[in-house]
């Protein structure tokens, strides 16, 4: 199954980056809206936090959830990004990226056992909110797909950086390693609350 998602993460990465190729010259194309697209997910922790904590559910889940929740967020969030870059407003955004950041967090550290459907289902949800954030914020000099392909790569790279980092950690030791991811979860969905609360 983790080879299924490799295969599905590299055509994405393929279909996105060799267009862009064409355009890796400063100043020629819309590499400028690729790189601040790309950009954007890793330059906020409530961002990394919770698409880091997608791929670290997928690997909890195991099974089909491994390819079908990332994949949930990620098709979802470009709704959203979409609606962002329409300029489509939408009520509670970065309150929605905060409880995303403690609802995932708390899955992980609870060990949340759930069907795959509900937990695709959720990060779905939350997605809406974290594309939507990252199409509003587009800068306006930047071409909107080459844009969203950015942030949706970055989105992919997260997942996945989150899946490996539970193998890894699983792999030291089923008992230590369910601790510490259990505990990374727990302390995630604090910073949730400070993302929430404003202390953040």
Do not use: N
């Not at 601040?36 to 698409?51: C, E, K, R, Y």
């Not at 491994?66 to 949930?72: G, I, M, R």
Request: charge should be positive; glycine fraction near 16%.
């Amino acid at each position: 199954m983790f080879s299924k998602i490799s295969k599905f993460y590299a055509i994405l990465a393929a279909c996105v980056l060799v267009p862009s190729l064409a355009f890796a010259h400063t100043g020629v194309g819309q590499t400028v809206g690729f790189a601040q697209g790309f950009t954007h997910p890793i330059s906020g922790l409530d961002h990394v936090l919770a698409m880091v904590l997608v791929g670290v559910l997928a690997w909890q889940l195991g099974g089909r959830a491994l390819f079908v929740v990332p994949t949930s967020f990620t098709s979802v969030m470009a709704v959203g990004g979409a609606l962002g870059i329409m300029g489509i407003s939408l009520p509670f955004v970065e309150a929605g990226i905060a409880f995303s950041v403690i609802i995932l967090g708390a899955g992980v550290a609870l060990g949340v056992r759930a069907r795959v459907a509900v937990a695709a289902g959720i990060v779905g949800l939350f997605a809406i909110f974290h594309g939507h954030a990252h199409g509003f914020e587009m800068p306006a000099a930047v071409g909107g797909v080459s844009y969203a392909a950015g942030f949706l790569l970055a989105t992919a790279v997260l997942h996945i950086a989150g899946m490996a980092l539970g193998y890894l950690i699983g792999r030291v030791s089923e008992q230590q390693g369910a601790i510490v991811i259990r505990s990374a979860g727990g302390i995630a969905a604090l910073a949730g609350v400070g993302l929430l609360t404003g202390l953040i």
